[in-house]
Nanobody
Framework: QVQVAESGGGLVRAGGSLRLSCVVS????????MGWYRQAPGKQRELVAA???????DYGDSVKGRFTISRDNTKNMVYLQMNSLKPEDTAVYYC????????????????WGQGTQVTVSS
């Protein structure tokens, strides 16, 4: 089955940067779109960014211009470069294969990895 493992989170001050990584196994990675999600305490999980198999990217409005999603098909890895971090970016970040659904993306796999905690202090 599909397995994901996220890493790279940590504690950073507002304005700082972090780079998250996600390694994927159990599927033909290069053929699948991938997404990064986040979930803050008391809030629903939300899509942060998505990247198609061909490298076309899509971002949530709150992170446009600050976050960059990328992928390395030779390593089955997807990345999220986060710059100009804000306290409201504090959340657990998850990756998952996604598929297009209307104007948005939905996760393909019903289960989620452990995620990686990002905490931004003011």
């Amino acid at each position: 089955q599909v397995q994901v493992a996220e890493s790279g989170g940590g504690l950073v001050r507002a304005g700082g940067s972090l780079r998250l990584s996600c390694v994927v196994s159990g599927m033909i990675f290069r053929l699948n779109a991938m997404g990064w999600y986040r979930q803050a305490p008391g809030k629903q999980r939300e899509l942060v960014a998505a990247i198609t198999s061909g490298g076309v990217t899509d971002y949530g409005d709150s992170v446009k211009g600050r976050f960059t999603i990328s992928r390395d098909n030779t390593k089955n890895m997807v990345y999220l470069q986060m710059n100009s971090l804000k306290p409201e970016d504090t959340a657990v970040y998850y990756c998952n294969p996604v598929r297009a659904f209307g104007s948005t993306w939905v996760p393909v796999v019903g289960s989620w990895g452990q995620g990686t905690q990002v905490t931004v202090s003011s």
